[in-house]
């Protein structure tokens, strides 16, 4: 079952051909750049790298990753072989010997029927992993950064955060300070540094599991299913793109896994050596950059869309839930995260 990989580039050449085509070993697998518009001179650069790594170029036919994706994968459809397409962002590198080839044993003997995307196990530079990198050198296994449940995060405020959260949250309501922000994203993610009990709920995590979202810096998505359920929106150009896609997905009842069997390095420090910044969020807000399309009204298009805050999923889901019945959001919606994954592989 072989793999295909796809960058999706915007005037960041020098980042794509230090950080990822001169430091990954890519075993043969098939890889393609795509252009997301950057300027001309950027695509002369990006032309001249990919052909000294006899990566093919090609441009996008609109603008995101959403397009890119689509792209990618009709693309890598001329080759019968390629049943998943894996993108990666450019600070992203596979750790542990043979990934490839070891990732390409591991889904051929996999029923992907129901899957549409497969997220990994992510170890970043301490922000969400915390230790995690280093226990992974030593040991050679970790519970780290595994995904989200805007869906399925049943617990109360309190039982969310941290104390040093909730000093914090009582100190904004009581001088009504909007500049003052949580210690931990209590909210999203489901790792060590911002979910209470991480080590205990994780246990129940093992293997390939469902979740309502991976952490998508490196994301498998399954050909056939996007081929088959998947409506490209070019609205989603960055932020939130793959949140998006796995809405789609789960609309039809189509799963979105992660892998705790295998591991991603997230090294967002590696932008900042080519003068990028570090959080994508604040690249995205500088208006001189041209690295990053513009931040956008991204979170006002995905509630338009589905009815509901993205970042506020159980405030509002309530009002359309009966556009969602017999579909996996509302199953997830009424799962309980801490309780182990709605459904293992």
């Not at 950080?19 to 002369?44: A, H, M, P, R």
């Not at 955060?161 to 009581?174: G, H, P, V, W």
């Not at 570090?278 to 995905?302: C, M, Q, R, T, W």
């Amino acid at each position: 079952m072989g793999i295909g990989i796809f960058y999706s580039s915007y005037n960041n050449y020098a980042l794509l051909e230090k950080e990822c085509l001169e430091k990954i070993d890519f075993q043969n697998c098939k890889l393609i750049n795509i252009d997301d518009g950057s300027t001309k001179e950027q695509q002369e650069i990006g032309k001249k790298i990919c052909k000294k790594y006899e990566v093919p170029f090609y441009q996008n036919d609109g603008k995101g990753l959403h397009m890119a994706t689509n792209k990618a994968i009709d693309i890598f459809l001329k080759d019968s072989s390629i049943e998943w397409v894996l993108c990666m962002q450019h600070d992203v590198k596979p750790l542990g010997a043979n990934f490839f080839k070891s990732l390409e044993n591991y889904l051929s003997g996999l029923d992907d029927s129901e899957i549409g995307s497969i997220g990994f196990n992510v170890i970043d530079n301490g922000k969400y992993s915390g230790s995690s990198l280093s226990v992974y050198k030593e040991e050679g296994h970790v519970k780290a950064w595994l995904g989200s449940f805007p869906l399925s995060d049943k617990r109360t405020l309190y039982e969310k955060s941290f104390i040093f959260d909730l000093i914090k949250y009582f100190l904004k309501f009581i001088l009504r300070k909007k500049n003052i922000h949580m210690v931990h994203n209590y909210r999203r993610w489901f790792c060590p540094k911002s979910f209470r009990n991480f080590k205990e709920v994780s246990r129940k995590y093992n293997g390939l599991c469902a979740i309502d979202l991976p952490v998508w810096t490196a994301i498998l998505i399954n050909v056939r299913n996007w081929k088959k359920h998947i409506k490209p929106d070019k609205d989603f150009v960055f932020h939130l793109w793959f949140n998006d896609i796995a809405f789609q997905f789960m609309r039809k009842n189509i799963y979105n896994t992660v892998t705790t069997d295998h591991y991603i390095y997230n090294d967002q420090e590696s932008k900042t050596s080519y003068g990028f910044k570090e959080n994508s969020v604040e690249e995205a807000k500088d208006k001189n950059s041209i690295s990053s399309a513009p931040y956008g009204n991204h979170l006002d298009i995905f509630e338009k869309k589905w009815g509901f805050s993205y970042e506020k999923v159980q405030e509002g889901y309530k009002k359309v839930q009966h556009l969602y019945k017999d579909t996996l959001i509302d199953e997830l919606y009424n799962h309980d995260c801490t309780s182990g994954p709605l459904k293992k592989f």
